[in-house]
């Protein structure tokens, strides 16, 4: 029984945790807020920063903290001047009547003069702002020396009063980057390394004004001096840590020349702490007691010493006090922090995804819009025919039937009998034929008493029908192309928007591995970025120091890289320095697994120099190569704008990633509704795959490609009307599967039906494509030219083109290095 009592306790103490866990962070969390508005948006903060700053001293006796605080407040934020000015004159009132009467003067004259002389610097108040702070400052030390001692102003004085203008003068423009950085927007920010270090002088000059006060005997601004350098440290490493330490013992000593050599022990623990950060605030403490102990031992007498361990004792329990939410935030604002880049990455992530929604809803809006096409087309064809010839009859039976007196029995009674015999009627007359058969005769006068005028009526709108009909679908044609381009560019952007979705991987072992294996042949690898390492998709940067350009890259990183991924990696892309001591900035990706090889061989009609035919290869890049030849229809410099225009077309849909059949569809549909006049083209497009020779062909009005695989001729060959005569043009693709060694021959109706005296074009031209001995592609294209001009006694009647594609594996021209051996060998020895 005490067992199952246990057993139910337990999940209710479990909540119970839970419960106060929530409690407590949602009662600091109220707590934070409410410290932040005192601090922050009542200016509680600003007070005790003037506080300090009105009691702060350099060189024993001079204040110039007060005005320079003060004026940045009063332009910054003007509605918090009121209770800075409150600090300033309780912290001078801490030191003398002397101090709070000259600070208030002095700032008194600031005002009057800035108001005063403010119209003139509207558009430059916060440049004019140093230079009113310095003759401010000048005129009152000056003012205050002549009533203070009554007699003439010395060389000295005027040199103090100098001295403390200047400084007035430069905390000035160091408080107006400064004092915006209290603020602590929501809206995050990267600080600057200057606004870091002005930061840092506000802080330290702050600080100052504690100087002389003691706790237990230990000194509060040196406890508060090194838990400022700890935290900078610890947030952003020995670089910033030692800075925060040279400049607030730099405060520190003209504040008190007997400080002096705190400079060194915060500099010191500064660059200590920031080394040791890894093992977290233990180990940034660490390094405070460490460079206590060996400034503290060569500076300081034993009793001093115990007295400095105590006082960084006493800040080491300050940061390990500090909450890592503090810290955190304070490090997202400090460039080369880890969270920071956290934030950054953090941002460019934010955009990343904004993007690729954005183009996604785009996406989406194209596909939605090609359905909504797709609707207006899909099975509305017959639903049309219908429909106009229901209109059609609507129009016959009213010049014919609505007057007749046997209305109601045909059309009432006898609908299904009468509209039949109506639409055999029409079927007949649309066949061309002038007279209706006997039996369609017989059937008419049996039924209709006006059965010549109903056929009369119906030659007459027939005319109207069948354009109407026409119309309809030319109309539902377009929608269904328009359809297809919506979808090809909704693919295209969803592509797109995955593209974008796609986050660099971090690939930490396979560069280690990079550099272990460049070190095997003393090559220095300055850096390494790996993209992508997917398979056949492979994308590595490099930069190696640039030596005297003798091919290291594709010699030896290349095949290094390619034994260390299992595949043939190439050098796609190298830029040099040029001069010695540079460097050289490398793409490494994978090598296809074909390459091709083209030649062409043309003539224009009668030799001339502007030939009808165009032709083009295109890489589309994704490892597809294409081949097209068009033939604009006739010959000369009309018929070539026309082929060029296709194939230019063509290749911009081709290349924005849009699919073959609706790049070729919407070429066609451009070229259909660009003009009237009745100029048309033949398209005849290859695209291979060099991953695994794979090959499509599109054939718009071509004449047929051949294939020569050793002996063997293989026909290619598809019927389609050539591109621009109908709206909607139906495309067939052939896919072939090639091999190495293949020749792909792709020519014009030029060179196709150009022999003379040939009956049977097809036997021809496989005869000579197989008497053909090289496998050059120039060379063959240049001995079919010759074939073909040849059988007609040397005239070229037409233009002629002929493209001869070679398909080869792609083998490297260095073998890869196998790194694993090389790494054994140098073990063993």
């Not at 199952?4 to 337990?10: D, H, I, P, S, T």
């Not at 000295?156 to 001295?163: C, E, F």
């Not at 070190?519 to 690898?525: C, H, L, R």
Request: charged share 20%.
């Amino acid at each position: 029984m005490e067992r199952v009592e246990q057993n139910l306790m337990e999940p209710v103490s479990n909540v119970n945790l839970e419960n106060t866990k929530v409690e407590v962070s949602r009662g600091l969390r109220r707590l934070s807020f409410k410290l932040e508005s005192l601090l922050i948006q009542q200016g509680f903060a600003l007070f005790l920063i003037g506080f300090l700053l009105g009691r702060a001293l350099i060189l024993s006796h001079l204040t110039p903290f007060a005005l320079p605080f003060f004026a940045a407040v009063y332009m910054i934020r003007r509605d918090r001047a009121p209770i800075a000015l409150i600090g300033l004159l309780a912290g001078s009132l801490t030191l003398s009547l002397e101090n709070i009467t000259y600070t208030f003067s002095i700032t008194i004259l600031f005002l009057i003069s800035y108001r005063l002389s403010s119209k003139y610097f509207q558009k430059a108040e916060l440049r004019a702002l140093p230079f009113f702070v310095l003759f401010t400052t000048l005129t009152v030390k000056l003012l205050f020396i002549y009533v203070q001692h009554n007699q003439i102003i010395t060389t000295y004085d005027l040199l103090m009063a100098g001295v403390e203008a200047g400084l007035t003068f430069i905390l000035t423009l160091i408080f107006m980057q400064s004092i915006p950085l209290l603020s602590f927007n929501k809206r995050k920010r990267t600080l600057k390394t200057e606004e870091i270090v002005s930061l840092v002088i506000l802080l330290a000059s702050v600080m100052t004004g504690t100087i002389g006060w003691s706790l237990y005997g230990l000194s509060v601004e040196h406890i508060f001096s090194r838990y400022l350098v700890l935290v900078f440290a610890f947030i952003a490493g020995a670089s910033v840590g030692s800075t925060v330490g040279v400049v607030t013992g730099l405060i520190f000593s003209l504040a008190n020349v007997s400080s002096f050599y705190q400079m060194s022990l915060l500099a010191f623990a500064g660059l200590l702490g920031g080394l040791l950060r890894e093992g977290k605030k233990v180990g940034t403490a660490l390094g405070l007691i460490v460079a206590t102990l060996l400034i503290g031992m060569y500076g300081e007498a034993e009793g001093s010493l115990t007295q400095s361990l105590y006082e960084s004792a006493a800040a080491m329990f300050f940061l390990l006090l500090t909450p890592r939410s503090l810290t955190g935030k304070l490090a997202k604002h400090i460039p080369g922090t880890v969270e920071h880049s956290n934030e950054q990455q953090q941002y460019l992530r934010k955009m990343r995804d904004v993007t690729s929604n954005r183009v996604e809803q785009f996406a989406s809006v194209f596909k939605a819009l090609s359905n909504s096409f797709l609707k207006m087309h899909n099975g509305n064809e017959e639903d049309v025919e219908q429909r106009e010839l229901d209109y059609f009859l609507s129009n016959v039976t009213e010049k014919t039937c609505q007057t007749c007196f046997k209305k109601e029995q045909c059309w009432a009674k006898n609908f299904h009998q009468t509209y039949e015999m109506m639409e055999n009627i029409v079927y007949e007359v649309d066949h061309g034929n002038p007279n209706l058969s006997q039996r369609m005769s017989r059937e008419l006068e049996k039924n209709c008493v006006k059965g010549q005028r109903v056929q009369e009526a119906i030659r007459q709108e027939l005319t109207h029908y069948q354009a109407n009909l026409k119309l309809k679908k030319q109309v539902y044609e377009s929608r269904k192309l328009v359809a297809d381009q919506l979808l090809g560019v909704s693919k295209v952007m969803g592509d797109f928007a995955m593209e974008i979705q796609r986050e660099r991987e971090n690939h930490y072992s396979q560069e280690e591995q990079i550099f272990e294996a460049m070190k095997i042949f003393d090559i220095e690898v300055e850096n390494v970025e790996i993209y992508s390492l997917q398979e056949g998709n492979v994308d590595i940067d490099m930069v190696i120091p640039y030596t005297s350009g003798h091919g290291e890259c594709e010699k030896l990183v290349a095949p290094m890289l390619s034994d260390i991924l299992g595949e043939t990696i190439v050098v796609q892309k190298e830029e040099h320095a040029g001069f010695p001591g540079g460097y050289c900035h490398a793409t490494f990706r994978s090598a296809k697994a074909y390459v091709v090889e083209s030649g062409v061989a043309h003539a224009a009609k009668g030799g001339g120099l502007v030939s009808g035919d165009s032709y083009s290869t295109i890489d589309l890049g994704s490892g597809k190569y294409a081949v097209a030849i068009s033939d604009g229809m006739g010959n000369g410099e009309r018929a070539h704008r026309e082929s060029n225009e296709t194939l230019s077309l063509l290749q911009k849909i081709l290349k924005s990633g849009i699919e073959e059949k609706v790049a070729i569809k919407s070429v066609n549909s451009i070229l259909a509704l660009r003009t009237t006049d009745e100029i048309f083209s033949t398209l005849d497009l290859a695209i291979i795959d060099l991953q695994d020779a794979t090959s499509k062909y599109l054939k718009i009005g071509s004449t047929p490609s051949f294939i020569k695989r050793g002996d063997k001729i293989i026909k290619v060959e598809a019927s389609n009307l050539p591109i621009g005569i109908l709206h909607d043009v139906e495309v067939d693709v052939v896919t072939e599967q090639l091999k190495a060694g293949d020749l792909l021959i792709m020519m014009s109706d030029g060179i196709f039906e150009g022999p003379k005296h040939v009956e049977n074009y097809d036997v021809w031209m496989k005869r000579k494509i197989s008497e053909i001995e090289t496998s050059d592609p120039q060379e063959v294209a240049d001995l079919l030219m010759e074939e073909v001009i040849r059988t007609r006694s040397g005239e070229i009647e037409d233009d002629m083109t002929v493209v001869v594609v070679k398909i080869q594996h792609n083998l490297p021209k260095w073998a890869s290095i196998p790194v694993s051996k090389y790494k054994k060998e140098k073990q063993v020895s």
